[in-house]
């Protein structure tokens, strides 16, 4: 099974920057930290969610690459790269697929 985002999703996606203060617990790490976030779309379907965390140890960055599918898109890469399809659904779990599903996925043999 193989899943990716559809254009639903990337239409819904919205270029932004901001800055939070984690005092604990928080996703990056357990410490308090600072997180930089800048999200971007770019051609062809492409969005960038990149992550910058500073904490008292360290700073790092994190990039988060995306791209989304139609599924005649998903359906026309994945058989030029010699993979039958043999089901699409909205979501893993199985779901019925619909242009509204915010991905798609797919059962795949090579």
Same mark, same amino acid.
């Given at each position: ?34 997180? =930089?976030?800048?999200?971007? *779309?770019?051609?062809?379907?492409? !969005?960038?969610?990149? %992550?910058?965390?500073? #904490?008292? &140890? ?15 898109? =998903?359906?026309?890469?994945? *058989?030029?790269?010699?993979?039958? !399809?043999?089901?699409? %659904?909205?979501?893993? #779990?199985? &779901? ?15």
């Amino acid at each position: 099974m193989f899943d990716a985002f559809s254009l639903n999703e990337f239409n819904a996606f919205q270029e932004k920057q901001i800055w939070e203060v984690q005092e604990r617990n928080g996703f990056w790490r357990e410490d308090g930290y600072v997180e =930089l976030k800048r999200c971007c *779309k770019y051609p062809q379907h492409v !969005t960038l969610e990149q %992550y910058i965390i500073i #904490s008292k &140890a360290e700073a790092s960055s994190y990039y988060l690459w995306n791209t989304f599918y139609d599924k005649e898109t =998903l359906l026309k890469e994945v *058989k030029e790269c010699g993979f039958n !399809t043999y089901g699409i %659904y909205g979501d893993v #779990s199985g &779901a019925t697929w619909n242009i509204k599903s915010p991905t798609i996925a797919v059962i795949l043999e090579k």
